[in-house]
């Protein structure tokens, strides 16, 4: 599978900056899934977890809200409002309720 470039920066500043082979964020209007080489995108992300997968497993992240940007040269930045990082996807989901609370 191909590698790509994915940032994802909170008002705190960058909290991931590392090549990735898959990226799921919550889109308005559902899940996006991003592969390498995906087509040049601004969408606007809800409530929900970001989903890294790269080489050396999987990384979790629950935001508030967020724009994405895919760029002409395939990659990927997250701007999110807040995030929380999780150990697993249901770390995630909790870590995310209890920020939101």
């Known amino acids: 599978m191909a590698n ?10 960058k909290i991931f900056d590392d090549t990735v082979e898959f990226l799921s964020v919550p889109g308005a209007e559902g899940y996006l ?4 080489h995906h087509a040049p995108i601004v969408a606007m992300l809800t409530k929900g977890i970001v989903k890294i ?39 995630a989901k909790t870590r995310l309720q209890k920020t939101v609370a």
Not at 33 to 36: V, W
């Open 4 to 13: 790509y470039k994915a940032t994802i920066v909170t008002p705190q500043g």
């Open 33 to 36: 899934g991003i592969l390498a």
């Open 53 to 91: 997968q790269k080489a050396g497993g999987e990384q979790f992240w629950g935001i508030t809200s967020g724009v994405l940007e895919v760029d002409q040269k395939g990659e990927a930045l997250v701007l999110a409002d807040s995030a929380v990082a999780g150990n697993s996807l249901e770390d």
